[in-house]
């Protein structure tokens, strides 16, 4: 691997978010390097997939910045600027170095509200599978697959298809290509999900409980696929109750509660070696419903 | 009684004349205008701003708590007093669009509505924006949950015209009131008009379910 592969893709500082009175986000800061795969873990209500939700601008986060990119193509930078929490202010000091400088530089547009055309070049660079599948029901598999790419980014259609038969192929689905979603099993719907992001070209991919949804004898299947991606040097961020999936995959576990982030490092130490009590007891709770 | 057969069978050219020439233009038209119509005020219903929304709600309010001939004559009989006139012909299909504007709105908004906010999601996830996922994505999988309802809009309308009858549009029902009020065959010709306003519907009805199917192939049974 090369020495880019340690380029950051993702940084995110100070993420900020509530709901009504409830915050749900108190100030989360998350790094994730080129070819990196970060397991989110915690708690229901803990934030962990809000913060996916606000990366992907399904969510409008109160405030914090997101940057995303910075490898030829240019980083994209939205500063949410707003409530400024007393965890960001933490994390500001440690965060340091270059990008902090370029923030205090456009802090006068801090207040600017984030344009919804911000919003879509933040969808362009990363992509979403979720936890329901949320395939397009009206549309074939193979349809699926080429509406962003197609309808969206104006790819030729032929070239399209060609891309999608190849992604589809790889994951063991290119004969499904004419079905419908509902003639598949979730397993099958979800490789689908999967490869309708591939098909964007994505510089980072998130994945929302991806295996939640499914039968137990299923989840392999999709693990197995999501694992193959990440030892492609895809750039990963992965919401997951799966604590064996996240120990062999993650190259850092990050466990959240109550909207911050309790504990995080390699997925060896945090998940054999907690340092947290919050964190131990989240694991132990875990070990005793298996 | 005995039925003048000859004057049914003699009527009958008139009469369904007037379902080709008044009827079903008159139908056809006032749906696909209101369909329009109707669309355009689901989105200002379902739209964040609280005029747009306002409107649309009054608008349904208005006509769906007026009875469809009081429309209907305060376009004809009423627009001359203050300067419109309007022959009967755009008079009818303006009052009939309107009409299906107000009802259908409310099927096309539910409609949209019960498609799940997933596909939103997925829809903004793969890069659209909002009018490309409502085209692409919402507005088919409406399209299927609304066909039962619009269905019951579209075949109340085709009875509905024959209201047109009292703004002097020839149509069928006026086709068959005025060979009735010539012969004094009231019972016959009344009778004979509900039988071709039926077939209509008959039609109409076979043509809702095969619509159905189609609409219906992407779903589990």
């Known amino acids: 691997m090369s020495p880019t592969d340690e380029a950051p893709v993702l940084t995110v500082r100070g993420l900020t978010k509530s709901f009504g009175s409830n915050a749900v986000l108190r100030g989360i800061d998350l790094d994730v390097s080129k070819g990196k795969v970060v397991a989110l873990i915690g708690p229901s209500g803990s934030g962990k997939t809000t913060v996916l939700r606000c990366l992907n601008g399904l969510e409008m986060p109160d405030g914090g910045t997101v940057a995303l990119g910075g490898n030829g193509t240019g980083e994209l930078r939205l500063d949410f600027g707003g409530r400024i929490s007393g965890a960001d202010a933490g994390s500001r000091k440690d965060a340091g170095s270059r990008k902090d400088a370029g923030s205090r530089k456009d802090a006068g547009s801090r207040k600017s509200a984030v344009s919804g055309k911000n919003i879509a070049a933040l969808r362009d660079r990363s992509a979403m599978v979720f936890q329901h599948y949320n395939l397009f029901p009206h549309m074939t598999v193979l349809q699926n697959v080429i509406e962003g790419p197609v309808k969206v980014q104006k790819r030729p259609r ?9 992604l589809l192929a790889r994951v063991g689905l290119l004969e499904k290509k004419d079905a419908y979603p509902f003639e598949l099993s979730g397993g099958q719907q979800q490789r689908v999900g999967i490869v309708r ?3 964007l070209r994505p510089q980072l991919l998130l994945f929302d409980e991806p295996t939640s949804a499914l039968d137990p004898e299923l989840v392999g299947d999709v693990l197995g696929v999501i694992k193959e991606l990440a030892e492609e040097g895809w ?3 992965i919401v997951t109750h799966e604590l064996g999936f996240a120990r062999q995959m993650a190259d850092e576990v990050i466990f959240m509660d109550g909207g911050v982030v309790v504990e995080r490092g390699p997925a060896s130490e945090v998940l054999r070696e907690p340092q947290q009590e919050r964190t131990q007891q989240f694991l132990q709770r875990l070990l005793h419903e298996f | 009684m005995s039925v003048n057969w000859d004057l049914v069978w003699s009527s009958l050219g008139p009469l369904i004349g007037g379902a080709i020439k008044g009827t079903i233009p008159l139908t056809l038209a006032s749906f696909v205008l209101g369909l329009i119509l109707a669309l355009i005020v689901a989105l200002m219903r379902l739209s964040r701003n609280v005029v747009l929304a306002g409107i649309g709600r009054f608008y349904v309010s208005v006509i769906r708590g007026t009875p469809l001939l009081v429309q209907l004559f305060v376009i004809f009989y009423g627009l001359p ?3 419109v006139r309007l022959d009967p012909w755009p008079s009818a299909i303006i009052a009939f669009s309107l009409n299906v504007g107000g009802y259908a709105a409310e099927v096309i908004r539910a409609a949209i509505l ?6 939103w999601e997925a829809a903004h996830t793969i890069g659209m924006s909002r009018g490309q996922a409502l085209l ?3 507005l088919p999988q409406a399209a299927r949950v ?9 075949i109340s309308l085709v009875k509905d015209t024959s209201l047109a009858s009292l703004i002097l549009v020839t149509e069928l029902f006026r086709q068959a009131q005025q060979v009735a009020a010539f012969s004094q065959e009231f019972m016959a010709l009344y009778l004979e008009a509900a039988a071709v306003y039926w077939v209509i519907c008959l039609v109409l009805s076979t043509a ?3 619509l159905e199917k189609r609409l219906d192939r992407y779903v589990a049974h």
Do not use: Y
Request: aromatic content about 2%; charged content about 20%; cysteine-free.
């Open chain 2, 146 to 154: 609304s066909v039962p309802p619009l269905s019951n809009t579209f």
């Open chain 2, 114 to 119: 019960s498609v799940p906010k997933g596909q």
């Open chain 2, 81 to 83: 007093t203050i300067g």
């Open chain 2, 136 to 138: 692409r994505i919402i």
């Open chain 1, 235 to 237: 750039t990963m961020v």
């Open chain 1, 197 to 199: 992001a591939l098909a």
């Open chain 1, 158 to 166: 032929g070239l399209a298809v060609e891309e999608a038969e190849r």
């Open chain 2, 208 to 210: 809702q379910s095969r």
